[in-house]
Structure formats: C-alpha cells, structure tokens
C-alpha cells in the first residue's frame, strides 16, 4: 500500500502498461498460475531478459532472500559489447553508488569513495561485428559471460562500462540510442537451498546469435 496525492491509503501501482497489449511477468504468471501469490525473490532491469525467481510461500520467499543476501546464489549472464577486449577473463571490483548527477534517480555510477563494494567477473566467448542495419553496422563487438559476485544495481552494465566496453544498446551507460534492446541476458540462477540445489536456467533469444558474425559486413 501506499499514500496518493490526497493522503488516502491505496494500493500501490506495481506496473503501468504503455501500450496495448503490454503486460508485466506478474500479469503472466497470474494467468498461467491462479490462485496463487507470486513474491519476486529477486529483480531484473526492464530491459534484461532471462530468469527471474519467484515463490508462492512467505518461507520459500525467505529461503531464497537469505541465499541472495549471503552470496550464495549463483548467477550468470550473457552480454553483447562494444568492442573487443584485450583479456580473455578480467574481474571488476569499482565500488557502486548513485548519480547525483541524475535528477531522476536512475543512473548509478562508479563511486570508489563512497560507493559500495562490488565485484563482477567476465569471460570473452567471441568476438566479431555487430550485424544490427544501422549506426552499429560493422563495429567490433563481443559476447561476453558475465557472473556478479554481489548484487547492486546496473552492477554488470557499470562494470562493462569502467572496462571500456559498454553494453550494446544500453542507452544509459552508453552512447547507443539505435539498437532496438539492450543486449544483457539472465542465463542460469543456480540456489544452494538446504534440501537441494535448484538451477533455473533459459536460454538467450536468438536475436544474442543473429547481432553478431565472425566477419564484418556492410
């Protein structure tokens, strides 16, 4: 619940459609569940695709937060790059906090003073040129394996960018306002629970195989 411009008590608004058809992962799960209450355990970027975990108990919701919270969970994403790097594997540990820059309280920014500790470690899978029709036509790209010890916010996309290498059609940490999505993919989550270890993974669209080739075209 939360108050609205008048001081009454209402429920809060969890997601706003912009446009016919639009729907949130609870309107989804609402549908091909009934009847049952969907707590997100964890959260995305709008513009991340990949897994994301739920629970239908307040227990199993706690089991999992506590997993999160100790650095026990494991995750592991995909992400198309600007650029080729010099290293096969490197690890970023910049410390992270807000932009104050940033009037609307979205942006984030690399904070070694003030920031809190992070730490990501990436692998290079290929390297070859974007094949997207437009500005990014035939520019040097890569993907890259992406698996965040920590779990601040835009960690992996802040972190690509320290690197010098910025997501692909990540328009706040990048100069890329022609891509069509941002390509940063939630591969596998994998939770240690103490009965089991449940692995939850999704394979990425084919649009992370189609963006790049190993020669470049024009």
Excluded at 63 to 79: G, I, P, S, W
Aim: with cysteine; proline share 4%; aromatic share 8%.
């Amino acid at each position: 619940m939360e108050n609205d411009a008048d001081g009454n008590r209402v429920e809060k608004t969890r997601f706003t459609p912009r446009w016919d058809g639009d729907a949130s992962c609870e309107d989804w799960l609402n549908l091909k569940y009934p009847g049952k209450h969907h707590r997100f355990c964890h959260q995305l970027d709008t513009a991340t695709s990949g897994v994301v975990l739920t629970a239908h108990t307040r227990e199993a919701a706690g089991n999992a937060a506590k997993l999160f919270r100790d650095r026990l969970a494991k995750k592991k994403y995909l992400a198309v790059v600007f650029g080729w790097p010099k290293e096969d594997e490197w690890t970023v540990n910049a410390k992270l906090g807000k932009d104050p820059t940033d009037v609307k309280g979205f942006r984030e920014r690399v904070d070694e003073e003030n920031g809190k500790a992070s730490e990501t470690s990436f692998k290079v899978l290929q390297r070859g040129y974007c094949t997207l029709d437009g500005a990014n036509r035939g520019v040097e790209v890569s993907r890259l394996e992406c698996r965040p010890v920590t779990g601040r916010r835009h960690q992996i996309r802040l972190h690509l960018m320290h690197s010098g290498h910025p997501i692909l059609g990540d328009m706040a940490y990048s100069d890329d306002t022609d891509s069509y999505r941002m390509f940063l993919h939630a591969l596998e989550l994998v939770m240690p629970f103490e009965e089991e270890t449940l692995t939850f993974a999704t394979e990425p669209p084919e649009s992370f195989n189609d963006v790049m080739s190993a020669e470049r075209t024009h």
